[in-house]
Each structure stands twice: as structure tokens, then as C-alpha cells.
């Protein structure tokens, strides 16, 4: 579980988070959504540390990670995979190499160890026999199944994703989406997705939190969030022609 | 400015650490030797052969005064050559070479983040990414000077070899002639300096992009004007310091 408690956080007078308090629960895949500028991005890096919190604090299961020296959040690292918006993938690494990386830096494992690994994350993403790919010649969603494959190498407990389905095609979103919640489900991790994509939200929202404004604006979960009467977050959700007409199609 | 300045030196703080796994670091500073030092062989022979070749000519036509001997072209020659042209021409010529790489390959990876990558998984991006390539540069780099030294006493040995200025008896005899072995650690202690110097501020500058591919151009270019200034900088105060 990772909770965060009253964090605020500005850049110069621009105030991007207020106050927010939120908690994520293990075991699912828990959304953070929002319009672009809304501050969900700068949550995500604060959350994760690449951001230091102005005030308040990030736990992880009971650990105030703010509170931290580098030294100590150290392990706590080790326990996170990510996932990044265009997958940030080692370019001068092949694809067993870039899934490797970790293993590498923080295990003692042997090659052949290292390699078995490899090919496992592999397999759970479908991408068998793409060990000797370099990045520059991936697709998109090869690209992002590869970034989940290094992610989840060294068994992580928390895995983050930043706008996993930017830039693909539904149908490849959709195998992005499946496979988080597959992964989540399967090793009981705590996900966090940062997304803006309605598919996802719908398919794979075990509980979202809507940030407007650089504030918690609403919490719930796909269920809930087809029939809010929250404005702000109807108008995030119901702005596209699409949504619109299936909300209409509804009433009716 | 002094803002950077402290910048820079947080960041070496950070740069200068035991490297997290040594057998990756070992990996990494032979890879760097590789791509900063042996690829920049090719341009620093031909550089140095005609720097000699152009320094025995001038030399030679400066020198009309018959009471003057052919054998101080040699020397003039060794002397410009190991003091000034290989540790500083080659130094700044490889911050233009050396120093452009590094800051763009680094503000590639922050915009792609790369380095947030290394960051979450618990990696200290800036000694993984920085500390291999100043160790290596500080390797490499008196190795190349070296070399540049021997290409361009070669240099000045081909103009007598191929025209009739003047014999090579007289240039081996004036390469020769009061050698101090001394210039030669000043030299080889002023590259040493600027491999640091290069490959530090053009990590910083590469770490530091924020922004897209006209940030990491603009980091790469204050890259090595940045490097280049700082070693006209410190060659004035080396040389001040060993050899007054």
C-alpha cells in the first residue's frame, strides 16, 4: 500500500499539488487520472521521489519514504518498477540487456540465472525471441511491453506507470491494460497508472482519484465514475464526441 | 553563473563516489577508453603530424641568421610541441570532439528520461553515468598526448625528410639537444586537468537539459565552450604554477 499524506508541492509561485491525501491499495490497479496540466504527473514523481514533497509525506507500507536519506530510500527503490511515458529504455542496450540492468546492478545472480529471468518477463509480456532487439527497433507497444518486462525483473511491489497507452492504438492499449492488471493481480502488487485514456479508466480502474487543479477532486472506482454528478470530473470524463453519445444513448 | 558553478560542484559531489557494482563500473571505463580515447587516435595523429610539419616550416623560414643552427628547429619544434600544441590544442581539440558527445548522449537520456529510469531503480545517475567517463578520459588522455607528442616530432622529421629546408641530422640533433624530462610531466599533468575538465562540464551540462532536442544542441554547445574556456583558464595557471 502506498498512502500519501497531505503533500503539496510547488515549482517557483506555481503551486501544482494542494494538500492531497490519498491511499493506494495493494493488490490493485489504482488510476490517477486527470486533464493534462492537472499535476497527476508531478503526484506520480513525487510519489516515486524524483520530486521531493514542498510538504507532507509518502508512505510505503508504514515507511515515510519523505523522510528518508538517499541511502535509505535505496531499497525502497529496488522494490518499485516503472514504467515510463516512452518507456525510457536504455538505448545502447539490447532488450535482454535492458531487462537485465537491474539484475545486474543489484543481484548476484549468474548469467544463465539472469538470462532464465529475462526470458520469463519476456514471456509475460508476449514478446519471446525479441532478446536481441535494440529500442530503436521496436514498435510503440513492443517499446512499452518491453519497459513493463524490465519493470517487473526484480519482482517489484510497486509498480507505477506513467501514461501507459500514449501514443498507441486502442487495440495495443488494450494489451498494455490487460497486462498491468494481469501482473497486478497475479503477483498482488500496489499499481499506480497515471492515464487519460477512458478505455483504461472503464477496463482496469480499481480505484481512480481525479485531480483538478493540483487537488484531489474526487475518489471511486469504474463503477462509480459513469454516474457522478461531479461536474468537473463530468466534464473530464463525457468531453469527447464518443463519450457524449453513449452518455445520451444511456438516458435514453 | 556562480549559480551553476555551485551546481556543478553538487554535482561532482554526486559524480565522484564509489561506483555501485564494480565489475559494471570495470565494463563501463573500458567501453569509454573505447569510444573517447581510441576512436580519437585517427584525428589526433593526423592533427599532430601536420602541427609539427607547419611549426619545423615556420621555424625555418624565421630563421635567416646563418650564426643561428639548423638544430634549433628540432628544438624549437620538441619544445613547442610537448609544452603547448599536444596537451592544450589536443585537449581543446577533443573537448570539441569529446566534450559534444558526452553532453549530448547524457541530455539525451534526461529528455528521454533515461536517468529517471536509473534514479527510481536506486542507481546514483550521475556516478554511473559521469564518473566512468572522467576516469577514463583521465586514463586515455595522457596516452593520446603521447602520441600526439611522437606524431608530431614525426612531422617536423617528414618537412626535412621531403623538402630542403633543412637535414634530418639537424632536426634529430635539435629534438635532442637540453631535454628536461620535467616538460614532460608538466604536460602530461596539464592533460590530466583538462580530461577532467572536459569530461566533468560536459557531463554537467548534459545532465542538467531540461527540454527537448534544441536544449541537448544548446547543452552540447556550451559543452564545449564552456570546457574550451576553462582549459585556456587553467593551462595559464598550470603553467604558472610548475613552471615558474
Not at chain 1, 136 to 151: F, Q
Not at chain 1, 195 to 203: A, E, F, G, L, R
Not at chain 2, 96 to 121: F, H, N, P, W, Y
Request: net charge negative; with cysteine.
Amino acid at each position: 500500500m502506498i498512502q500519501a499524506l497531505n503533500i503539496s508541492k510547488s515549482f517557483g509561485d506555481n503551486q501544482v499539488l494542494k494538500d492531497i491525501t490519498v491511499k493506494f491499495e495493494k493488490g490493485k490497479t489504482n488510476l490517477i487520472i486527470g486533464q493534462s496540466g492537472s499535476g497527476k504527473t508531478v503526484l506520480m514523481k513525487c510519489l516515486v521521489g524524483l520530486y521531493e514533497v514542498d510538504e507532507g509525506h509518502v508512505y510505503f507500507d508504514e515507511r515515510d519514504f519523505s523522510a528518508m536519506s538517499f541511502k535509505e530510500r535505496k531499497k525502497i527503490r529496488q522494490e518499485i518498477g516503472m514504467l515510463f511515458q516512452g518507456g525510457a529504455l536504455f538505448d545502447s542496450l539490447n532488450v535482454e540487456e535492458n531487462i537485465m540492468f537491474p539484475l545486474t546492478m543489484f543481484t548476484n545472480q549468474s548469467l544463465e540465472e539472469k538470462i532464465e529471468r529475462v526470458n520469463f518477463c519476456l514471456e509475460w509480456v508476449n514478446l519471446e525471441n525479441a532478446n536481441k532487439l535494440y529500442p530503436a527497433e521496436l514498435s510503440g507497444g513492443m517499446t512499452k511491453r518491453v519497459a513493463i518486462a524490465r519493470a517487473i525483473s526484480l519482482n517489484p511491489e510497486y509498480l507505477f506507470c506513467d501514461e501507459p497507452n500514449s501514443g498507441l492504438d486502442p487495440h495495443t492499449s488494450g494489451v498494455i491494460d490487460d497486462l498491468i492488471s494481469r501482473i497486478t493481480e497475479e503477483f498482488q502488487i500496489t499499481t499506480i497508472v497515471n492515464t487519460h485514456d477512458m478505455n483504461s479508466v472503464i477496463k482496469i480502474g480499481d480505484t481512480i482519484s481525479f485531480i483538478y487543479k493540483g487537488q484531489l477532486w474526487w475518489e471511486g472506482d469504474k463503477t462509480q465514475i459513469l454516474d457522478t454528478d461531479n461536474k468537473e470530473l463530468n466534464e473530464f470524463v463525457f468531453d469527447t464526441e464518443l463519450t457524449k453519445r453513449l452518455k445520451k444513448s444511456k438516458i435514453h | 553563473m556562480l549559480s551553476r558553478f555551485g551546481k556543478y560542484i553538487l554535482l561532482m559531489i554526486q559524480v565522484i563516489r564509489k561506483p555501485e557494482k564494480g565489475s559494471v563500473y570495470r565494463k563501463q571505463l573500458i567501453t569509454e577508453i573505447q569510444s573517447l580515447g581510441i576512436e580519437s587516435l585517427g584525428i589526433v595523429a593526423i592533427i599532430s603530424l601536420f602541427m609539427g610539419a607547419v611549426v619545423a616550416i615556420q621555424t625555418s623560414y624565421n630563421i635567416d641568421n646563418p650564426l643561428i643552427p639548423a638544430s634549433t628547429i628540432g628544438f624549437t619544434v620538441r619544445q613547442s610541441v610537448i609544452l603547448e600544441f599536444a596537451p592544450t590544442i589536443i585537449s581543446l581539440i577533443l573537448a570539441g570532439k569529446v566534450g559534444s558527445r558526452i553532453a549530448s548522449e547524457i541530455g539525451t537520456m534526461r529528455v528521454t528520461e533515461q536517468i529517471d529510469a536509473l534514479e527510481i531503480m536506486g542507481v546514483n545517475p550521475a556516478n554511473f553515468l559521469i564518473f566512468p567517463k572522467v576516469t577514463a578520459a583521465m586514463i586515455i588522455n595522457p596516452v593520446l598526448i603521447i602520441l600526439s607528442m611522437y606524431f608530431g616530432l614525426i612531422g617536423g622529421w617528414l618537412v626535412a625528410v621531403i623538402t630542403d629546408l633543412y637535414t634530418v641530422n639537424d632536426y634529430v640533433y635539435g629534438i635532442r639537444a637540453w631535454f628536461d624530462g620535467y616538460i614532460i610531466l608538466y604536460a602530461l599533468t596539464k592533460t590530466v586537468v583538462f580530461a577532467f575538465l572536459i569530461t566533468s562540464i560536459s557531463g554537467f551540462e548534459g545532465f542538467i537539459v531540461k527540454g527537448g532536442a534544441v536544449e541537448v544542441g544548446a547543452a552540447s554547445t556550451r559543452a564545449v565552450v564552456w570546457s574550451s574556456i576553462m582549459i585556456i583558464l587553467f593551462n595559464l595557471i598550470l603553467t604558472q604554477l610548475l613552471l615558474s
